[in-house]
């Protein structure tokens, strides 16, 4: 039996990644938002100039890397999200090893993300989302085992991956706050459990970390050919971002309200249409199971942490209740499904977590076949097989707002 995750770790990454790898470049052309992500990574793989310019800019320099490396062709663009994607299902399993200790519900937990659908779309599309999520989960991981450890080191790791991830997508910017409170609660709780890292300290290090580590990540912008960045400019630039990230936007066919994501009442096609020879679709939809089954994970851990006062079960059932609630107070005129991506991945290790505190093999097992089950089903319209014609997508749009 192995001891120690990382092994194991590693092959939940070579499997994870060996799926999503799988007919990458289908289809053939840019699906959903690569026409914005793809164009402004090429521009920064030439450094010719800024674009994108509402986004920060590490997701479209990885993205970037992969033109580099492979071409500017779909498999170049897409190359490096498959390797983000196989990474969070790997940081899964990791983040549930570090708060269960044990291996079936980790490996549980890294099963429920694959066939969680979502994790799958968007580890095949060059989206900025995909890489925000696993440097997410490395920060969580690494400032969890640090606080339990008492070192530095992983502390400063877990600052580090929080800036990188805000340096993806600025909806990692709460994260941080989340990280200094949570660790401010368990020092005043239990001081002596925790003695390893003095309070103020660590919450100046974890903020100025980030910081700094997030304004690094523009240093490239300073070469570009034209209109390079500037030190005069870089904090007046980051006010121009915000004013672009909170214009209000027009009505958009999928828009969707934060609090309908779980209940996947709206989900979103990133594509449906003649493509390759054929009609295609790839579908941002949860799968039904894992998501709904979540839900009540979720419920169970906060009446579980009530009764019992487990930090294990508060712990998860906080990271997903935070994750969505920060929708609930971000500035945006609109809101669609994908953004409960990093939710619904947290859903498969709230769904593991319950399962192992309770002892449920049985119903572990259950949920597990009938996740697989709708896998099967719904695959062709999550990885763009060909269709049978247009009107195929009533074969798996249940309800009328699927559609």
């Known amino acids: 039996m192995l001891r ?11 499997l994870a990644w060996a799926l999503f790898v799988v007919r990458l470049s289908v289809p053939h052309q840019m699906v959903f938002d690569e026409t914005h992500y793809v164009p402004a990574a090429r521009a920064m793989a030439a450094l010719s100039g800024p674009a994108n310019v509402e986004h920060p800019l590490l997701a479209k320099w990885l993205i970037a890397i992969g033109i580099r490396l492979y071409g500017d062709t779909p498999f170049g663009w897409r190359f490096m999200s498959t390797l983000a994607g196989a990474a969070t299902v790997a940081l899964v399993f990791a983040l549930t090893w570090l708060v269960t200790g044990r291996r079936r519900p980790s490996l549980v937990a890294a099963l429920f993300a694959v066939l969680g659908f979502t994790v799958y779309v968007q580890a095949r599309i060059a989206m900025l989302d995909t890489f925000m999520l696993p440097l997410l989960l490395g920060a969580t991981v690494a400032i969890g085992a640090g606080v339990r450890r008492g070192g530095w080191g992983l502390w400063m790791l877990g600052a580090v991956l929080l800036g990188l991830a805000v340096a993806c997508k600025w909806v990692a910017a709460p994260y941080v706050a989340f990280a200094a409170a949570a660790f401010v609660l368990l020092k005043r709780e239990d001081a002596l459990r925790w003695p390893g890292l003095p309070m103020l300290p660590a919450v100046a290090v974890l903020g100025l970390v980030s910081i700094a580590t997030y304004f690094l990540t523009f240093a490239p912008a300073f070469f570009y050919a034209t209109e390079p ?3 005069a400019r870089l904090l007046p630039f980051q006010l121009e971002m915000y004013h672009r990230q909170t214009q209000v936007l027009p009505p958009h066919t999928y828009q969707a309200p934060w609090w309908s994501w779980p209940l996947l009442v709206r989900p979103i096609w990133y594509l449906y249409e003649p493509a390759d020879g054929a009609q295609r679709g790839i579908w941002m939809l949860g799968n039904p199971v894992v998501m709904w089954a979540g839900l009540a994970a979720v419920a169970a851990c906060w009446w579980g942490w009530v009764k019992s006062g487990s930090p294990r079960l508060f ?15 971000i500035p945006k005129s609109l809101g669609f499904y994908y953004y409960y991506y990093p939710s619904s991945v947290f859903l498969a290790i709230v769904l593991a977590v319950a399962l192992d505190h309770w002892r449920a093999r049985r119903l572990e097992l259950a949920l597990l076949a009938a996740a697989g089950a709708m896998a099967v089903y719904f695959f062709p319209v999550l990885s763009a097989q060909a269709l049978s014609g247009p009107a195929a997508f009533k074969q798996w749009t249940w309800f009328r707002s699927w559609v």
């Open 4 to 14: 120690r995750p990382l092994p194991l770790a590693l092959l939940v990454f070579a």
């Open 315 to 329: 712990a998860v059932a906080g990271l997903w209740t935070g994750s969505l609630a920060i929708w609930a107070v």
């Open 229 to 231: 960045m500037t030190l």
